[in-house]
């Protein structure tokens, strides 16, 4: 899985032009609306809800402290299975971190892979040298300490694999996990103290029940290079799970880790008595007031904190999480049986937190950036092809693949900007350090991560706030990123 930066540089198209890839063969968008193709299993597969629901281990900080370790390790996945993961310390997904809002954390990861990994907190403000800079590499046999100020709001973060040109196959080989910031304010609102945490992924397996991720002699498979879907759906780790759970509310803090694949969650239940998501919050902590859905969209990287009244369920009931993108066995997610009665004194109230909304008249300036098939020719004016000799594009920012070092926009510390996202197909939008201020059903709310749609335009306000030094922004389908969809900007 390790691939060099040469080998996916020079082969990091297969993507031609909007025409050539269906000439070609090369999928653009699968069923349901995700960027990428479909890599089917070669083992048999389980029936779903036949495994219980696992719950990673809790990490809390010891004196600000906590440590992990990037290790190889066979694990069960697929029931009576082996398979081979590389996960912090050796668990699919890591260890869930939990941590407390104006508690620094220093945070040591240690290398003991074979391959140049990255650390990166996703969703977090911290400075610079601690955010995970693509070619900041924790080499074989090191380890190195990040330190994490969390004097943000608190919210369901991630942290992950951000290495140069291999973050899609190390998160894929299991590099993620997810980081719980906690705010002692929320405390107060009363919220379920029932809670559960799903880190949703799809992944494919090999005969052996092994992780497959499409590369032959280093080589990614020309099929993929537009993004790999999965044909198992794993929460926690485990293939389409169920879970007991108490006729109460419960809080349910929502993941979309998987490398490329869209999902649209809903719960339906037996005798078609669905049962609504109360959204409380999105990727950077809670929403102003609560908002009642049928059903909540995830591009890869989004969060969703939701609450679900199982107490409006019979006991004996099921309720199953589905994926509305999809059909068949990518439909199903997992299930929820309520299993019990159980005294229930939580609540959600119609007031959450305060938000201020910015005001457009602030902005400083306006950026335009599109993402899109760019050119096959690097900085260098060197034209990278297949090994037939098809010229190949990259994804690109603004038309340019990726080049480290070289900045794409200076934002101003203490500033505010405006900046417009234009797409050609489905990229999730990612941006380190800062947070886009987007409205959402009438009132402002903060995300980290936006979905832009095929051929759209997304425009969303940038408060330049944290640290001054050099981050990156990029597309979150992680084979668009490893294909140079990425820019670096320096707040000045």
Request: glycine share 10%.
């Amino acid at each position: 899985m390790a691939l060099t930066r040469r080998q996916l540089f020079g082969l990091s198209g297969g993507v031609v032009s909007g025409v050539g890839l269906a000439a070609c063969g090369v999928a653009l968008t699968a069923p349901g609306g995700s960027t990428g193709a479909v890599l089917a299993s070669r083992v048999p597969l389980p029936e779903p809800f036949e495994v219980d629901l696992p719950q990673p281990d809790i990490l809390r900080p010891r004196n600000g402290k906590a440590s992990v370790t990037v290790r190889r390790k066979g694990i069960e996945i697929l029931p009576g299975r082996t398979t081979e993961i590389v996960g912090y310390d050796g668990a699919f997904p890591g260890p869930t971190i939990e941590a407390t809002k104006g508690e620094p954390l220093a945070l040591t990861v240690n290398n003991s892979h074979s391959g140049r990994i990255v650390n990166h907190l996703h969703g977090g403000v911290v400075p610079p040298e601690h955010d995970g800079y693509p070619t900041d590499f924790v080499e074989p046999g090191s380890s190195r300490v990040y330190r994490y100020p969390l004097e943000q709001r608190g919210a369901t973060l991630w942290y992950h694999d951000h290495a140069m040109d291999l973050t899609g196959p190390n998160v894929y080989a299991g590099m993620a996990g997810a980081f719980l910031l906690r705010d002692p304010a929320e405390e107060d609102l009363g919220l379920p103290e029932r809670e559960l945490t799903l880190v949703l992924t799809d992944r494919s397996f090999g005969e052996d029940a092994e992780l497959e991720y499409p590369v032959t002699e280093g080589v990614i498979e020309y099929r993929y290079h537009a993004g790999l879907l999965g044909d198992v759906m794993l929460v926690n780790g485990a293939p389409w799970p169920r879970t007991d759970v108490d006729a109460a509310r419960y809080r349910l803090r929502i993941l979309n880790a998987c490398n490329a694949r869209r999902l649209e969650l809903a719960l339906e239940g037996e005798d078609s008595k669905d049962a609504d998501l109360t959204q409380i919050g999105t990727d950077l902590g809670v929403l102003t007031a609560p908002h009642r859905r049928r059903s909540i969209t995830l591009a890869p990287a989004e969060r969703a904190d939701v609450v679900v009244d199982f107490g409006t369920s019979s006991v004996g009931s099921t309720l199953t999480l589905v994926n509305r993108l999809d059909e068949g066995a990518m439909g199903q997610v997992m299930r929820f049986d309520v299993a019990r009665r159980a005294k229930d004194d939580s609540r959600v109230p119609d007031r959450l937190s305060t938000i201020e909304r910015i005001d457009p008249d602030s902005v400083v300036t306006t950026r335009d950036f599109r993402l899109s098939l760019g050119t096959s020719q690097d900085s260098s004016g060197h034209s990278h092809s297949d090994a037939q000799g098809r010229s190949l594009a990259m994804w690109a920012v603004n038309g340019r693949p990726y080049e480290p070092g070289v900045d794409l926009a200076k934002p101003r510390l203490g500033t505010v900007e405006r900046w417009r996202f234009t797409t050609d197909v489905h990229h999730p939008v990612h941006a380190h350090l800062v947070g886009f201020q987007v409205e959402q059903d009438g009132s402002p709310a903060w995300k980290d991560t936006i979905d832009v749609g095929p051929s759209s335009r997304a425009e969303v306000l940038v408060p330049i706030e944290g640290y001054r030094g050099r981050y990156v922004l990029h597309c979150h389908n992680l084979e668009h990123e490893d294909r140079m969809m990425m820019a670096d900007f320096s707040v000045v």
